[in-house]
C-alpha cells in the first residue's frame, strides 16, 4: 500500500513545530520508509529490535531511530550504537542496562519514562509511585550514560474523547511537576503522547512529540 502522501503533509502543517513527528513504521518495508524520508521525514519509530536493526542497515544514515516498543535488557546493546531515543523504560534494571551499554560506546543514550496513563492493565508502564521511586537522586546519580529526556504514554484504547484527554492531561501534570525538579542525568525536553487515532486530543493537551504510524503508512496487518 503507498502512503499517504497528503496526509503526511496534512500532518507537518498541523503540528507547526509545535510537536515532534515520529512516523511509525514497523510492520512497512524499507521503501515506504524511503518514500517518506524522501519527503523530509527524519524521525521513525519501531518496536521491534530486529526488525529495527535491519531496517537501519538499509536506510539512509541520518535517521532519528525512536524504539518505542518494550526493550528487553538483553536486547539493549544491539540497538545501543545508533538509537535516538528510547520511548518505553519502565523499569529501572532497563534504566541500569542501557547506561551499561551506552558507557561502553563513551555515549549517551536519551530515554523516556513511559508512565502508565490507561485504565487497562495490558499496557506497560510505570504508576507514579514507581516514577518517583525511579526518580531518585542518588539512585541516577551513576547513571552517566544516560538522559531521562521526558515522558512517553498510551491513552486508554476507547472512543470516549473525554477518558483520553483527562489521561493525557494527567500525564502532562506529572510532566510540568518533574520538570521543575533536577535530577541527576535528567533533562525534561520531551511529552511523548498521542498516536493516530488521538493525536489532535495529545497536542491540545501538551504533547511535543507524536507517534503516528497508520495515518500515514496505512493499516497494519495482524
Ligand atoms: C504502533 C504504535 C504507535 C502507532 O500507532 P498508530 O495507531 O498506527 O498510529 C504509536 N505508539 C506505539 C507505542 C506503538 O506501538
Known amino acids: 500500500m503507498p502512503i499517504n502522501k497528503e496526509k503526511y503533509t496534512s500532518i507537518i502543517d498541523e503540528l507547526d513545530s509545535r510537536a515532534v513527528l515520529v512516523a511509525v513504521s514497523k510492520m512497512k518495508p524499507v521503501e515506504d520508509i524511503l518514500e517518506l524520508y524522501q519527503l523530509g521525514q527524519r524521525h521513525f519509530g519501531e518496536n521491534y529490535v530486529q526488525e529495527m536493526t535491519e531496517k537501519k542497515s538499509k536506510l539512509p544514515a541520518d535517521i532519528c531511530w525512536h524504539f518505542i516498543g518494550h526493550l528487553q535488557s538483553n536486547k539493549v546493546k544491539l540497538v545501543a550504537p545508533f538509537v ?92 510540568e511537576k518533574y520538570a521543575q525538579c533536577s535530577f541527576p542525568n535528567t533533562q525534561f525536553q520531551f511529552l511523548s503522547m498521542g498516536m493516530s487515532s488521538d493525536y489532535r486530543i495529545a497536542l491540545e493537551n501538551g504533547s511535543n512529540m507524536v507517534r503516528i504510524g497508520s495515518l500515514l503508512f496505512g493499516a497494519r496487518e495482524k
Open 84 to 175: 535516538y531515543l528510547i520511548h518505553g523504560v519502565d523499569s529501572l534494571k532497563l534504566l541500569q542496562e542501557i547506561d551499561k551499554q551506552a558507557g561502553k560506546l563513551h555515549k549517551v543514550i536519551k530515554v523516556l519514562l513511559q508512565v502508565h496513563i490507561a485504565k487497562e492493565e495490558t499496557k506497560f508502564g510505570l504508576d507514579e509511585n514507581e516514577l518517583e521511586a525511579i526518580l531518585n537522586k542518588n539512585q541516577l546519580l551513576p547513571l552517566k550514560n544516560i538522559c531521562i529526556a521526558g515522558l512517553m504514554g498510551m491513552a486508554s484504547f476507547t472512543g470516549d474523547t473525554r477518558i483520553i484527554e483527562n489521561e493525557f492531561r494527567q500525564l502532562k501534570t506529572i510532566f
